[in-house]
């Protein structure tokens, strides 16, 4: 009641006292077991639910593609499709008082039977800028320098501290690709502040590139006949720490690895557009100066398809020449380098050899040919090969190897 004035006036409000309030249930998302699932295998899928007092739910899952083994659980296995594509699965969770939530997540399925493939270009950055996977593409450095690498050789990175630095590649019709491209290299900011480009052939204006935003996310772009699409990392990465990164657009998705695990995926489709512009490291192109890498990169890798992804995780431990282990004068000469079916090593009067390795760029061992020994010279028949580099190694009589680098055509 209030009064005023000699006057009054009074209302009531009538408070009904319930059991609860009726809520729909809160969903934060789905977990799956694994970031990917391979083609005709396996994977899990588990729906996380903010649990509220005396909550009654059901479920509902669906697909769009593959199978289920079961649809009305918290939790349930999903066959994929026999294809890799991008596929979605949603979960529909009701509670006692009808009300419900529905969420969806996006499922990458990939095909893991092929096997790792070649680089079209790799510059280790160990001595020199060019090509170490053909004799052909190799970089011209204006203003970087070299730094220590993610292992803390010296002089094995580079390092871009202006707008003036840049590692270019001039441009060629055999790098206009079209279907997918996978990239990789080792990455180190020193500052944000503008967008920094690590990698660009014509920027999203043309074709691609992988940057890193003003507030410190990886970002890969890519421009396909169907527009424009960016991929941003989950996390920010952190200064001062070297990143191993993988992009890759395969046709059907675009994919950012860190470290050799999955971060982020989405669908995306269309024919990769050409570029008039050099491909480029620590710069949008050859003319803009705005957007310069403010950092170090290294083991920088181009490949004109597709990558799978157990070729991926191996990508961080795999170095042109292995760390502490050099090329040494135990190896006299090693001839024809480039090889072309054959070569031969001689080596010191004073060394005895127990066995030689010849390593591909994937760290796997290529397994003979024949193999011709003499007193200090070993001559090796080369078995059909993927040209390249390769690492020969000699395991002396003493247990130490050594190491030499050997192009093969």
């Known amino acids: ?38 083609v005709n295998e396996s994977n899990t899928f588990t729906v996380k639910i903010v649990p509220a007092p005396d909550e009654i739910l059901e479920y509902e ?48 399925v990939k095909d893991l039977s092929f096997s790792a493939q070649q680089p079209l270009i790799w510059y280790p950055f160990d001595t020199d800028n060019r090509n170490m996977a053909v004799d052909r593409f190799h ?10 690498d993610p292992r803390g050789e ?21 790098l206009n690709f079209e279907d997918a491209v996978s990239l990789s290299c080792w990455v180190k ?21 992988l940057s890193v935003t003003p507030e410190g996310f990886l970002r890969w772009t890519v421009k396909t006949s169907n527009g424009v699409s960016d991929l941003d990392s ?28 999955l971060d982020v995926f989405k669908a995306f489709y269309g024919a990769i557009q050409p570029s008039t512009k050099p491909l480029t490291i620590g710069r949008m192109d050859n003319t803009e100066t705005l957007y310069a890498l403010r950092g170090s990169v290294d083991e920088v890798k181009l490949w004109d398809k597709e990558i799978p992804a157990p070729q991926i995780e191996q990508l961080k431990n795999q170095w042109a020449t292995p760390s502490g282990i050099e090329e040494t004068d ?26 030689i390795i ?38 002396l009589d003493n247990g130490r190897r050594v190491n030499w680098k050997l192009m093969v055509k």
């Open 234 to 261: 989950s996390e920010p990465i952190k200064l001062n720490h070297y990143y191993h990164v993988t992009a890759l657009y395969t046709g059907y998705s675009m994919e950012l690895y860190i470290d050799g695990s």
């Open 61 to 108: 899952w669906s697909v769009s593609s593959g199978s289920l083994s079961q649809n009305n659980e918290n939790s349930v296995t999903w066959q994929a499709p026999s294809n890799p594509g991008v596929e979605s699965v949603t979960v529909k969770v009701t509670n006692q008082d009808q009300l419900s939530t529905t969420v969806t997540a996006n499922l990458l």
């Open 358 to 395: 010849l390593t591909g760029y994937d760290s796997r061992q290529i397994l003979s040919g024949e193999i011709c020994r003499n007193d200090h010279r070993i001559e090796v028949h080369l078995p059909e090969m993927v040209p390249g580099l390769y690492i020969v190694t000699l395991i």
């Open 189 to 209: 900011l020193e500052q944000f502040g503008s967008e920094r480009y690590i990698i660009s052939h014509g920027s999203w204006h043309q074709r691609y590139k």
């Open 1 to 38: 009641m209030v009064s005023a004035n000699g006057q009054s006036v009074q209302d009531t409000l009538h408070i009904r006292v319930v059991d609860h309030i009726p809520v729909a249930p809160v969903v934060e998302g789905i977990i799956t077991s694994n970031s990917y699932t391979a």
């Open 330 to 355: 135990i190896i006299a000469l090693i001839y024809p380098n480039p090889a072309d079916g054959y070569f031969i090593i001689k080596y010191s009067d004073s060394e005895k050899v127990s066995d």
């Open 154 to 174: 010296p002089s094995a990175a580079y390092r871009f501290t202006s707008g003036s630095n840049i590692i270019y590649t001039e441009n060629h019709n055999d």
């Open 139 to 148: 970089a011209t450095v204006n203003g970087a320098s070299k730094t220590d």
